[in-house]
Structure formats: C-alpha cells, structure tokens
C-alpha cells in the first residue's frame, strides 16, 4: 500500500532519475566529441546507474500497486567547458539528488512507512558512493589543471571503469539486479 502523496513524488524520483540519465548521456556525448573517450565510457556506466535508479523506483511502485505517471524530460546542457566544469556539475547535480532523497525519507518517515522507508535507504547509501565518486574525480582534475599528458592518463583510467548494473529490465528489476551481482 502507498499513500497518493507518497507516489506522486516517487514518480517524480524518476523523472529526476531519467533526467540526471540524460545529463550524464550528454556528458558522454560531449567527452567523445572532445576525443576522450575514457571520460565517456565513464559518464556512460554512470548513465546506466541512473536509469537502474529511476527503474528501481518505476518497479516499486507497481509492486505497491500505484501508477507509474511519466513527466517530460527537461533538455540537459549540451555545452562544457572543460572536464572539470563537467564533474563541478555533476556533484552539484548528485548534491541535489541527495536532497530529494532525504525529503522522500522524510515524507515516508511522516507518514510512518515503514516500506518505503526501507527502500529508500538503498538510495540514501548511494548518493554517498555517488558524492564521493565525483569529489575523488574533481581533486584530481584541480591537480591535473592544464597539464593534458595527466588529462590523457586519467582517461585512460576512466576508460576501465565497468558496470554490473543491468541493463535488460524485461523480467523486473530487482531479478535483473540479483542476476548481476
Ligand atoms: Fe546519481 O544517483 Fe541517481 O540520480
């Protein structure tokens, strides 16, 4: 069972979920274009993440037999300044997702439930990955400034980051998640 609030704005999870897959889809675009394409596989297993995110959220809530209502998704920036104008973004980015976790649990917290609170918790420890992820890139790229033989190397370490995230959501999420691990 899910109270009507409480699923509206878990549908509007996944329009944030969806939106930063696109964001970080467009960051991938514009690494390749620049020619660094460590830099793009990394914003490309990151789009993958998101999309397991918002898809984690679309199976919950038809598990607790609420409807899944889509909204538009806004156009991300097409233009970045540098690498690390494209990381300074997506913390902030990662910073505001965080916060609308946390008003999530505070919404399931008010109206005691406990399910969703339960739930939420598996994005709450996330967004610390997630934070920390972006920080431990945007101290190095301040070390690396206009050095371009370290910006080759960092995408090339860029370039070996892989995912265990699933990709085929045909016989549900959760299954798929098990069956990646
Ligand atoms: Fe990047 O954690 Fe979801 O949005």
Do not use: C
Request: hydrophobic share 45%.
């Amino acid at each position: 069972m899910l109270d009507k609030q409480m699923a509206q704005a878990l549908n509007e999870q996944i329009n944030k979920e969806m939106y930063s897959a696109y964001l970080y889809m467009s960051m991938s675009a514009y690494s390749s274009n620049m020619g660094l394409k460590g830099f793009a596989n990394w914003f490309m297993v990151q789009y993958h993440e998101e999309m397991f995110h918002a898809m984690k959220i679309y199976e919950y809530v038809q598990r607790q037999g609420e409807e899944v209502k889509l909204e538009a998704l806004q156009a991300p920036p097409a233009e970045f300044s540098s690498q690390l104008d494209m990381f300074t973004k997506t913390l902030a980015h990662e910073q505001f997702i965080t916060s609308s976790i946390n008003e999530l649990m505070e919404m399931a917290q008010s109206k005691k439930d406990h399910a969703t609170q339960i739930f939420l918790e598996w994005y709450v420890t996330e967004q610390v990955e997630e934070e920390e992820n972006d920080n431990d890139i945007i101290l190095q790229l301040k070390l690396i400034g206009d050095n371009a033989h370290a910006l080759l190397m960092l995408d090339r370490e860029l370039a070996a980051r892989a995912t265990t995230i699933p990709t085929d959501f045909s016989k549900g999420v959760e299954a798929a998640a098990k069956a990646a691990a």
